[in-house]
C-alpha cells in the first residue's frame, strides 16, 4: 500500500478504497453491517482507517475469497485482527484456495495454448483454423465450475482432493473407469434397474463420488455439472457423451430401486 499524504498510518476512505482496489460503497456498506468502521475520526469528522482496520480489511476480503458469506464473516473476525495463529490459518487456507484456483486456470491455459498451436504458422501442414466445438469446449472449461458449484462447495472439491492425495485419486479414477465399463455392459445387456447386482452397482459408483463430495448439494451440482456439460467433459475419455448420458440416466433410475 503507498504512503498518503495524510497522517502516517491512517487512510481516509477514499484512500482505503483506492488502494485496495475496492469502491468505497463497499467500505461503507462494511460499516453499516458491522464489519468494518473507521478507527479514527478527525476533528471535523471525517473517517479516518489505522493499520488494524487495514488488517481487518484483509480478513475480510480473504474470509469472502473463501466463499464465506457477509453474514457470517462477523463471527469468524471475533478473533483479534492482530492474532498471529489465526492469521496464519487463515493464510495457509487462502494460499490453497489459490493453488486451485492456479490448477484450473492451468487446465484453461492448456486448452488455449492448444488452440495457438493449430494456428501457428510455422506448423510444416501449415495452420488450421480450429473447429467451433473446439473454442466451445474451452469456453465451457472456463465457465463449468462458477455455474455449478458455490465458492464453498469450489473449496470442499479442493479440500477433499487435498485430503486424498495423488495416490488415491488415481486410484479412484481407475475404478470408476471400470465401473463405466460396468454399466455399460449392464445397458448393453438391458440387465433391469431392479437387478441386484444393478443396485450394487449404483451404490459402488455413488461411493466414488462421495470420496470427493459428501454434501448433497454438492452432489447435486456435481450431476448437474455433467449432465449440462457431458460433450466438454467427456472429451479425450474412451466413451462417445452418448454413451455416458445413457449411462447417467440408467444409474438415475438404479438409484431410485434403492
Known sequence: MNETSGTAGQWSIGELASACGVTVRTLHHYDEIGLLSAGKRTA???RRYAEEDVRRLYRIRALQMLGLPLADIGAALETPADDMASLRVLL?????????????????????????????????????MPAPEQFLSTLEMITVLENHFTPQQRQE??????????????????????????????VGDGAPVSDSSVREWARAWDDIGSMFHSGEQTKAAARSMWQDNSAALSAGL?????????????LEKARSQS
Not at 158 to 182: H, M, P, Q, S, T
Not at 244 to 250: E, P, S
Open 157 to 186: 472439491l479442493a479440500d477433499r482432493r487435498a485430503e486424498l492425495g495423488g495416490d488415491r485419486i488415481e486410484a479412484a479414477k481407475a475404478r470408476w473407469a471400470a465401473l463405466v465399463e460396468e454399466g455399460l455392459r449392464h
Open 92 to 128: 495457509e487456507r487462502q494460499l490453497l484456495h489459490m493453488r486451485r484456483q492456479a490448477e484450473q486456470v492451468q487446465t484453461v491455459q492448456d486448452r488455449i495454448q492448444d488452440l495457438l498451436s493449430r494456428i501457428d504458422p510455422s506448423r510444416i501442414d501449415g495452420p488450421a
Open 238 to 250: 474412451p466413451w462417445s457423451a452418448e454413451q455416458l448420458a445413457g449411462l447417467m440416466a440408467y
Open 44 to 46: 471535523s469528522g471525517h
